[in-house]
């Protein structure tokens, strides 16, 4: 139900901060590093765990203070259960370093891949059996523990004791700029769900959370695969601007190759969509899904922003970017209150837009590229995913008056949309198709 989604949402508010220091930066600073040694491993390796336990005892302590901000008892409960999700996750967060710094994304993804299944299964079953609210909380809980498990057994780090002022400090020169972005960054971003949730309350918020979680499924699971990948790569490349820059431009095309036909086809049947697999009562989410999908394409893009500052060691640029986009997120989140939850994800997308436009301006300088490299790399397949979607819309509305069932007019314009696409690519992007191709047999 959207109010289940709602409290959830409220809860994630708490953990999303607490998630951002987690790690302190040391997972990015590790991958950054041209060399490392067991000092600097071993150092990072306890404070995280330490940082983990901290921030699980205070999300606990912190609970009841939460769920009084958002007038919401129910929250108490979930945040404690969630609380233990951070000692948790904090005891392998330098085993993801060390694999993530191999590129060993293969492995990383079948354990994402276990870890979600499960989480799924346990949420599914404790919702079934009534748990409410509660049933998300313990899917997010049972992925953590099923990934740390999984993490243990696939990096070759076995702890002992060591602890190096001289390691942790060099680390910290990278990471405080990056740790200041990302709580800079989690006020912007998470600034939504906190003004929807105190002012227009738990079932709009529970609108607007379930419409980002669509659009974000693609985001994370395709295209932030690729920029992922791209950090480690960029770090071994540092020295060498040249090959960074074609390899940022060729990532930053073939995301939008991918991104840009989902998220058309998701705009153009976000109606039929809805109504087959969340069903009727999800309907009033129509317009806000229609925002956020765009919100979801320029974010996919942007994704690529802080791998390319970091691998440069550029964290200063990350952070002040992230002081514009709190500067413009939130006033456009508080203006659009006067037009509901739709308006508030209008203004998402105009401030998303104008911080885009910024941060991909300043990482072209830093890679000495202009702005026409951007648009050669972008723009073709944007125009083809709306030609596609135009497409679409004509065989949506050559089938408005039949009598096919929902489902299967949707699964028809979905194979439509797929195979005009490919069509098109095949004939005007065949380079884009065959790397994308590439990148994904590769994974």
Known sequence: MPADYGLVAMAMVVTNLANLVRDMGMTQALIQREALNEETILTSFWFTVIVGVALGVAVAVLAPLAATAFEAPAVTGILWLLAVTFPVLGSTTVHQALLERESRF???????????????????????????????????????????????????????????????????????YLVGFNLINYFSLNADSMIIGRFLGADSLGLYSLAYKIVDFPVNNLTFVASRALFPVMSRQQTVPEEMANLYLRTLAMIAFVAAPMMAGLVV?????????????????????????????????????????????????????????????????????????????????????????????????????????????????????????????????????????????????????????????FVFARESLREVSRFFRRR
Request: proline share 3%; glycine share 10%.
């Open 106 to 176: 293969p492995l990383l993804a079948r354990i994402a891949a276990v870890s979600a299944v499960s989480g799924l299964a346990v949420g599914v079953t404790a919702a079934y059996l009534g748990a409410g609210a509660y049933s998300l909380a313990l899917s997010s809980l049972t992925s953590a523990v099923v990934s740390s498990g999984q993490l243990w057994l696939a990096a070759p780090l076995r702890p002992r004791w060591i602890w190096s002022r001289h390691e942790f400090r060099g680390i910290r020169q990278f990471s405080d």
């Open 269 to 425: 049947l976000r109606v039929p969509f809805i109504a087959v697999v969340l069903g009727s009562k999800w309907l009033a989410m129509s317009d806000v899904l229609m925002w956020l999908t765009a919100v979801g394409f320029v974010s996919s893009l942007t994704c690529t922003t802080g791998s390319v500052l970091m691998a440069r060691g550029r964290t200063d640029f990350l952070f002040y970017l992230g002081i514009v986009g709190v500067v413009l997120q939130v006033p456009a989140f508080i203006i659009g209150l006067k037009w509901g939850v739709e308006g508030v994800a209008a203004g998402h997308l105009i401030a998303t837009v104008m911080t885009a436009v910024l941060a991909f301006y300043v990482v072209l300088r830093v890679l000495g590229r202009g702005s026409s490299h951007f648009f050669r790399s972008v723009g073709k397949p944007m125009a083809l995913a709306g030609a596609m979607a135009l497409v679409v819309m004509g065989c949506r509305a050559a089938l408005s008056s039949s009598t096919v069932p929902a489902v299967v007019e949707l699964v028809l314009l979905v194979l439509v949309g797929a195979a005009t696409y490919g069509a098109l690519a």
